[in-house]
C-alpha cells in the first residue's frame, strides 16, 4: 500500500510540474488552459492522497468548472487564442527565471534544513466532520470573512463588468431625475 | 512520501507560477500564473496537516481559505480584465501601463 503510494504521488507530482511549465510553453491559449487545468487536477490528486477526500474532491470539481470558463475567456480576449500565429507575449524572461530560481532555493533550501515537529495526533475517522465543525466553532471568523468576501466578490464582479453604470444613467453628479438610458422603461414606449 | 517531498512539489508549483506571473505580458495568462501559485499553497497545506497536525482541521481551513482565494482572484480578474478591454481596447498589462499617461 505504501509503495502505491509512493508510485501515485510521483505520477501526479511530476505530472503536475511538467503540465505547470507547460502551461507557459504552449503557443495556444486553448492547450494552455487545458496544461492548467491537468496541473491543478493533479494537485487535487494529491490532497486525495493526503486523506482530505472532500477538500480533493472540492478541488477537482472546481478547478474543471473555473478551467471550462477560463477557456472561454481564452477565446474571447487573447488575439492568438488557437495557436495558429505563434508570437511571444512575454517580458523579462530572464531576470524572472532568476528570481524564481533563487525563490524555489530558497524554499527548498528551508524545506530541507527545518527542523519540522514530528506528527502530533491522528487523523480522525471523519476529516470533513472535523472541517465542518472547525468552520462552524472555532473557526467561525474565518467562515464569516469568506463568506463576506465572497459576497464583496460578486458585488464587485457586477460593478466592474457592467457596461452602463448609475453615473451613465443619472450624469456626472447623479442630479439627473430620469435615467438616460438607450430604451425607456414604463408602460407608454 | 514525506512532508518535505509534498513540500518540494508545493514549491516547485509555486516556483513555476510565479515564473509565469512575472513573465506573462497577457492578464489571463498572468492569471494562470496566480493559479498554479495557490494550487502550489493548497498542496503545503494539505501536506503541513496531514503530517504535523491530523488531529486539528487548521490545515484543512487554510486549504478552503486558498481554494477561495483562487474563486476569488479568478472572477476578480476577469471583471477586470472586462473592465480594461471595454475601456481601453487591451488584454495587455504592458499596454495598459502605457496607456496610464
Same mark, same amino acid.
Given at each position: 500500500?505504501?509503495?502505491?503510494?509512493?508510485?501515485?504521488?510521483?505520477?501526479? $507530482?511530476?505530472?503536475?510540474?511538467?503540465?505547470?511549465?507547460?502551461?507557459?510553453?504552449?503557443?495556444?491559449?486553448?492547450?494552455?488552459?487545458?496544461?492548467?487545468?491537468?496541473?491543478?487536477?493533479?494537485?487535487?490528486?494529491?490532497?486525495?492522497?493526503?486523506?482530505?477526500?472532500?477538500?480533493?474532491?472540492?478541488?477537482?470539481? *472546481?478547478?474543471?468548472?473555473?478551467?471550462?470558463?477560463? @477557456?472561454?475567456?481564452?477565446? *474571447?480576449?487573447?488575439?492568438?487564442?488557437?495557436?495558429? *500565429?505563434?508570437?511571444?507575449?512575454?517580458?523579462?524572461?530572464?531576470?524572472?527565471?532568476?528570481?524564481?530560481? @533563487?525563490?524555489?532555493?530558497?524554499? @527548498? $533550501?528551508?524545506?530541507?534544513?527545518?527542523?519540522?515537529?514530528?506528527?502530533?495526533?491522528?487523523?480522525?475517522?471523519?476529516?470533513?466532520?472535523?472541517?465542518?465543525?472547525?468552520?462552524?466553532?472555532?473557526?467561525?471568523?474565518?467562515?464569516?470573512?469568506?463568506?463576506?468576501?465572497?459576497?464583496?466578490?460578486?458585488?464587485?464582479?457586477?460593478?466592474? @463588468?457592467?457596461?452602463?453604470?448609475?453615473?451613465?444613467?443619472?450624469?456626472?453628479?447623479?442630479?439627473?431625475?430620469?435615467?438616460?438610458?438607450?430604451?425607456?422603461?414604463? *408602460?407608454?414606449? | 512520501?514525506?512532508?518535505?517531498?509534498?513540500?518540494?512539489?508545493?514549491?516547485?508549483?509555486?516556483?513555476? !507560477?510565479?515564473?509565469?506571473?512575472?513573465?506573462?505580458?497577457?492578464?489571463?495568462?498572468?492569471?494562470?500564473?496566480?493559479?498554479?501559485?495557490?494550487? !502550489?499553497?493548497?498542496? !503545503?497545506?494539505?501536506?503541513?496537516?496531514?503530517?504535523?497536525?491530523?488531529?486539528?482541521?487548521?490545515?484543512?481551513?487554510?486549504?478552503?481559505?486558498?481554494?477561495?482565494?483562487?474563486?476569488?482572484?479568478?472572477?476578480?480578474?476577469?471583471?477586470?480584465?472586462?473592465?480594461?478591454?471595454?475601456?481601453?481596447?487591451?488584454?495587455?498589462?504592458?499596454?495598459?501601463?502605457?496607456?496610464?499617461?
Amino acid at each position: 500500500m505504501a509503495v502505491l503510494g509512493d508510485v501515485i504521488f510521483w505520477v501526479l $507530482a511530476l505530472l503536475a510540474v511538467a503540465s505547470g511549465v507547460m502551461v507557459f510553453r504552449f503557443d495556444s491559449m486553448a492547450r494552455a488552459t487545458y496544461a492548467l487545468l491537468t496541473s491543478l487536477l493533479c494537485v487535487g490528486g494529491e490532497v486525495l492522497l493526503l486523506g482530505l477526500d472532500y477538500l480533493g474532491v472540492v478541488i477537482v470539481l *472546481m478547478m474543471t468548472i473555473e478551467m471550462a470558463i477560463m @477557456a472561454v475567456f481564452m477565446v *474571447m480576449y487573447m488575439m492568438n487564442p488557437a495557436g495558429l *500565429m505563434p508570437m511571444t507575449m512575454v517580458h523579462n524572461t530572464k531576470g524572472a527565471a532568476v528570481i524564481c530560481g @533563487a525563490v524555489f532555493a530558497v524554499l @527548498a $533550501a528551508g524545506i530541507l534544513l527545518a527542523p519540522w515537529p514530528s506528527r502530533r495526533g491522528r487523523p480522525s475517522h471523519d476529516p470533513t466532520m472535523d472541517l465542518g465543525l472547525s468552520l462552524m466553532g472555532p473557526q467561525m471568523l474565518t467562515m464569516m470573512t469568506l463568506g463576506l468576501t465572497l459576497f464583496a466578490t460578486i458585488v464587485a464582479t457586477v460593478v466592474l @463588468a457592467t457596461r452602463r453604470g448609475r453615473y451613465d444613467r443619472f450624469g456626472d453628479d447623479l442630479r439627473s431625475r430620469t435615467a438616460d438610458d438607450p430604451v425607456r422603461g414604463g *408602460m407608454s414606449r | 512520501m514525506s512532508l518535505e517531498l509534498f513540500l518540494l512539489l508545493a514549491a516547485a508549483l509555486f516556483s513555476i !507560477g510565479l515564473f509565469g506571473a512575472l513573465t506573462q505580458q497577457s492578464i489571463v495568462m498572468l492569471m494562470m500564473g496566480l493559479e498554479l501559485m495557490l494550487g !502550489g499553497i493548497i498542496v !503545503g497545506a494539505a501536506a503541513v496537516w496531514h503530517y504535523i497536525a491530523p488531529a486539528a482541521a487548521d490545515g484543512q481551513v487554510l486549504v478552503v481559505l486558498a481554494v477561495t482565494v483562487m474563486a476569488v482572484e479568478m472572477a476578480i480578474g476577469f471583471a477586470v480584465v472586462t473592465a480594461l478591454f471595454r475601456a481601453r481596447e487591451v488584454d495587455m498589462t504592458d499596454m495598459a501601463a502605457e496607456l496610464k499617461e
